[in-house]
């Protein structure tokens, strides 16, 4: 039972446009909202994260939006560039569950020059 | 520097040779955890911790055991690999407070078992 979902599996963009990546839960219990960024080979890089109790969150060129109602979260990358080409990850986690992450399938990004 | 380091990065054993991967952070949080990461399936928890001495089962803990005696270290051990243990290993460490929650990997153990 997926209980996070990211229904795009490829977005491709221009540099400098902005990429929005979404992503759908199911579980209203959930509390944390985190986005992640992976290359190939390498660790997953934490890059946002947001609470239930707030409804955007904001660093430098990432922000996420939540819309609880919906079930649904966003992360706006602007303006994305070459080194911004990746698979990304969101997750969702809450205190019922011991904040244990559930991790949806990931959007692959090309960001094209 | 702020980091999770593992250990080792590669590792080919055999069936049924004990093994441990190491894992440390220096950012002094108290929860952690260990994910594996396969073909088709994403990311999935083994085991996680909230506190020293304190240590639960993820989604597929069956063929590992975890021990947390120090909040630094969090080591995953294999008593007896099996080929479909065979994965991508991380571990990640985490901060989590009312407003906040980030969490912060390692740069992973590929481990092949023949």
């Known amino acids: 039972d997926q209980q996070v979902k990211q229904n795009s599996p490829s977005l491709s963009v221009q540099e400098g446009r902005i990429s929005i990546l979404n992503c759908d839960y199911t579980?209203?219990?959930?509390?944390?909202f985190l986005w992640y960024k992976k290359y190939p080979a390498e660790g997953p890089t934490f890059l946002i994260s947001?609470?239930?109790?707030?409804d955007k969150n904001e660093d430098g060129r990432f922000t996420v939006f939540l819309n609880k109602s919906a079930k649904h979260l966003s992360l706006h990358i602007v303006p994305s560039q070459p080194g911004d080409s990746a698979v990304y990850f969101c997750?969702?986690?809450?205190?019922?569950?011991?904040?244990?992450?559930?991790f949806g399938a990931g959007t692959t990004v090309t960001v094209r020059a | 520097e702020a980091q999770v380091t593992q250990n080792p990065r590669y590792l080919i054993t055999v069936t049924g040779k004990k093994l441990t991967v190491t894992c440390s952070q220096n950012?002094?949080?108290?929860?952690m955890s260990w994910y594996r990461q396969d073909p088709g399936l994403g990311l999935r928890q083994i085991y996680y911790?909230?506190?020293?001495?304190?240590?639960d089962k993820g989604d597929v803990p069956e063929g590992y055991k975890v021990s947390r005696k120090e909040k630094r270290n969090f080591p995953l051990i294999l008593e007896s690999p099996s080929p479909n243990q065979t994965s991508l290993y991380f571990c990640?460490?985490?901060?989590?407070?009312?407003?906040?929650?980030?969490?912060?990997f390692g740069p992973g153990t590929r481990l092949t078992v023949t």
């Open positions: 997750a969702a986690s809450g205190k019922s569950n011991d904040y244990k992450l559930s």
């Open positions: 911790s909230m506190n020293v001495e304190v240590t």
């Open positions: 947001i609470s239930s109790i707030k």
């Open positions: 990640a460490s985490s901060f989590i407070r009312e407003s906040s929650y980030e969490q912060y």
């Open positions: 950012m002094n949080h108290e929860y």
């Open positions: 579980n209203s219990m959930f509390d944390y």
